[in-house]
């Protein structure tokens, strides 16, 4: 499993229950941050920034058993250069991994945008052996999901799959309570609450849990039928935090075998809804060489 974000908290904030799940199980787990995380401070800049935000996600990563890379590149400048596409074949190519999460390209900030194209851009590409020539190319494209947001154009965010995370939780607000530089430090002073932020360690973990239970608890109602159709009659309506994906249409198609295989937590139920592949609405040859 590969969870790709743009800054080094973003895979975390995500997918970091269902990434708990999924090394409980043995499954090989890396996070990725695609920028530096140079950016994220109000009074910390440069190397040292980044050297701290390193060593906070290695210690997320390693408090459930995953790792994590966090990549050279200037936070708050990625772009589409083919030069950081091939980066990403490459880590997918060396990887290998059969499940690829990362940002929708239609996010608010510009380097998730880029992450979740970049990661778009690949999805073919690692079968093409022409393609950086120099890492062996796969055989076929993982299934990609997208994480999910808010937004609401171009496209809402349409989940596929969901995940009951309640008892990954507390694993996951130890995560972030690993990002100190951001949940008690730069995240506060950007929404203007830096004087709510208590300064005893105990105390900041229980307002961090606290603060973060109520951000995502909206998404269960949010998503309640699919929730309902995953867990059943009995278990759905009661279910209270979920992490959601999307599944990309550039990747493989996650069908029901793929589901069970990648999501063995979830429910074996014939009513869950699986996604696969559309059927492909190709242009005819004939209007194809008229260049229509
Ligand atoms: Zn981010």
């Not at 991994?97 to 970049?118: A, C, E, I, M, N």
């Not at 998404?219 to 009661?238: C, M």
């Not at 996604?275 to 040859?285: Q, S």
């Amino acid at each position: 499993m590969l969870i790709i974000g743009a800054h080094p908290d973003d895979a975390d904030i995500k997918a970091g229950g269902t990434a708990a799940k999924w090394c409980g199980l043995g499954h090989v787990v890396k996070l990725v941050s695609l920028t530096d995380g140079r950016a994220g401070h109000q009074t910390e800049h440069g190397p040292g920034l980044v050297r701290r935000r390193r060593a906070e996600a290695q210690a997320a990563a390693a408090s459930v058993g995953a790792t994590y890379d966090v990549l050279d590149h200037p936070d708050g400048a990625l772009d589409d250069r083919l030069e950081y596409r091939h980066e990403v074949i490459r880590l997918l190519r060396t990887f290998r991994p059969d499940l690829v999460l990362t940002h929708r390209s239609t996010d608010y900030h510009p380097d998730h945008r880029f992450t979740g194209l970049l990661v778009q851009d690949a999805s073919y590409l690692v079968t093409v052996p022409a393609v950086c020539p120099d890492s062996p190319h796969l055989a076929t494209s993982p299934v990609i999901l997208y994480f999910s947001d808010a937004f609401t154009k171009p496209c809402r965010f349409e989940p596929h799959v969901v995940v009951d995370v309640e008892d990954q939780l507390d694993r996951q607000i130890g995560m972030l309570h690993c990002h100190r530089s951001q949940f008690y430090e730069w995240l506060p002073y950007n929404a203007g609450n830096l004087d709510q932020v208590p300064a005893d360690d105990a105390a900041r973990r229980a307002w961090l849990g606290e603060r973060f239970r109520r951000r995502i608890a909206p998404l269960a109602d949010r998503f309640r039928d699919l929730v309902v159709r995953t867990y059943g009659p009995e278990r759905g309506p009661k279910v209270r935090y979920v992490e959601a994906f999307e599944v990309s249409e550039f990747g493989a198609p996650l069908d029901a075998a793929a589901r069970a295989r990648l999501f063995p937590f979830l429910p074996p139920t014939a009513d869950a809804a699986s996604f696969a592949r559309k059927e492909w609405a190709d242009i005819p040859e004939a209007d194809a060489e008229t260049g229509l």
